[in-house]
């Protein structure tokens, strides 16, 4: 029997050495926690179940291929895989809410027009390719911020608690990353305006 009082990087290498009751400690130590970081994000119990059961196949198949080596950082390393499985379903979704910087420029003008036409369509899609690397590119605090207030509508408020920060600093993370995001369209002479 295994005790709880092992790390979660002893209970990982207990599991990948064959023990499922390692596995089970794990799940129940960050259940609450990881189930609630997706329905703070998505605000529906079905699609959390769905995105919690979905982060926990992925975690499964990453240990049980080898593939898992985040040196004792398991918890952080299952809140990222859950983090981008919301993304990626409100990606499928296209829930792509907009977000105004202080100039007169909208940054994030992601959301599909269905009267557009086919050209102006492609436009729309190559703009949204440009916008994700454009947010690939922020340091990783910035993209958080970005990511969850564009792509995931929260407020500041609960992305301040999200990230265990102060809403000053969310609100600083952004503007910083709407700077940086300006650079980046300056230096590379990117144009987001749509036809």
Not at 17 to 22: F, L
Not at 179 to 194: A, C, G, Q, S, W
């Amino acid at each position: 029997m295994l005790s709880k009082v092992l790390t979660d990087q002893e209970l990982v290498r207990h599991y990948l050495d064959g023990n499922e009751h390692a596995f089970e400690i794990l799940l129940t130590r960050h259940k609450r926690k990881v189930w609630s970081h997706i329905y703070l994000m998505v605000k529906d119990r079905e699609v959390t179940e769905d995105l919690f059961q979905e982060t926990f196949i992925k975690v499964v198949h990453t240990l049980k291929t080898g593939k898992y080596n985040e040196e004792g950082k398991f918890l952080p390393w299952v809140m990222r895989i859950a983090h981008n499985l919301v993304i990626d379903h409100f990606r499928r979704q296209k829930k792509m809410p907009l977000v105004r910087s202080n100039d007169d420029h909208d940054v994030f003008a992601t959301v599909a027009q269905p009267d557009r036409n086919v050209e102006q369509r492609m436009v729309d899609v190559q703009i949204d390719a440009d916008v994700r690397k454009l947010i690939d590119h922020l340091p990783e605090e910035q993209r958080e911020v970005v990511v969850m207030r564009t792509y995931l509508g929260m407020s500041f408020k609960e992305i301040a608690a999200h990230t265990d920060v102060s809403i000053n600093t969310a609100l600083g993370r952004m503007r910083y990353a709407l700077i940086n995001m300006r650079k980046l369209i300056k230096k590379h002479d990117i144009h987001l305006e749509r036809a």
